[in-house]
């Protein structure tokens, strides 16, 4: 399957590239970025065609990998998959809700797969099947607060992350860890803190309450990642992962083969991404109003 890769910055260049150039099955086959000389010097590296015309790419290729700002990637993903074009892309899929239904229509032809890093790991899929096996969960809390705005690091120079902050960075990882285990989100209520923190009370439709705490800009000693359930079975705590994104992309690629061939369906597809746009432009209503958000359907 041919990929053109949609993006150059450090997660196109840490993650995508080296896995659409390694992966089996996969011919990383050019790429397109906002800026044409990053685009020419990734390409470079690869040995690929940088494009300056997105849809050219578009049309060369069997799918497309995304790794752009939301509002960057939903418009560029509804192009490609209306051309039949199979998606990889990065979370949140949109930051607005009437964008992400119009990606979960233009998809419908098409197989998809959404990039939440840490569901593509052997380590959290077993965790969550296990979970989900086990039932009867009351409650579950997640904290993942990162510090990314420090000179070492480069995803704080990302002009959407300052902007949108910890709620739509690493918010996407918190519910894709919940929701597979407690299921849809019916209500939701929130705060926010100094900074960018942002706290978070979910209703799920089987009567659980998660309690998301969410951050990229919390000072470097209080920076953590934290998960836990809690139900008739106990007190779970969900293991650490590595930080191996390239192994973990290529399981998504892999996934993404698999349903283009009339295989299983990837559970993180765009309609997974949809549901968590929508439970997050609830959550930011519900702390800018100060009030509780009901979901529909």
């Not at 840490?14 to 659409?20: C, K």
């Amino acid at each position: 399957m041919r990929f053109g890769l949609f993006g150059t910055g450090p997660w196109a260049q840490l993650a995508h590239a080296p896995a659409l150039a390694d992966s089996p099955g996969v011919e990383f086959a050019g790429v397109w970025g906002r800026d044409p000389e990053k685009a020419a010097a990734l390409a470079g590296q690869y040995g690929v065609p940088a494009y300056t015309d997105a849809s050219a790419l578009i049309a060369d290729v069997d799918a497309v990998a995304v790794a752009l700002p939301p509002d960057v990637q939903a418009p560029l993903a509804v192009e490609a998959a209306t051309a039949g074009r199979h998606l990889l892309l990065d979370k949140p899929i949109a930051t607005r809700t009437a964008d992400a239904e119009a990606l979960v229509a233009a998809a419908a032809d098409v197989a998809s797969v959404v990039f939440f890093t840490r569901r593509f790991t052997p380590v959290l899929d077993d965790f969550l099947a296990g979970a989900v096996a086990a039932g009867g969960w009351t409650e579950a809390r997640v904290d993942h607060l990162g510090s990314i705005f420090t000179p070492d690091n480069p995803f704080g120079a990302s002009p959407w992350r300052k902007e949108r902050g910890g709620l739509w960075d690493v918010g996407p990882h918190a519910l894709a860890l919940v929701l597979p285990v407690l299921g849809p989100v019916a209500e939701v209520a929130g705060m926010a803190g100094g900074r960018d923190l942002t706290h978070l009370m979910l209703r799920h439709t089987g009567g659980a309450v998660s309690r998301l705490t969410l951050a990229v800009d919390a000072p470097p000693a209080a920076a953590r990642e934290e998960a836990v359930f809690a139900g008739e079975a106990g007190v779970w705590s969900v293991p650490q992962v590595g930080w191996a994104p390239v192994d973990a992309l290529r399981r998504a690629l892999a996934g993404l083969l698999t349903a283009a061939e009339g295989g299983e369906r990837p559970s993180c597809d765009v309609r997974f991404g949809a549901e968590v746009t929508a439970i997050l432009v609830a959550a930011e209503r519900a702390v800018t109003e100060r009030t509780t958000i009901t979901l529909a359907g």
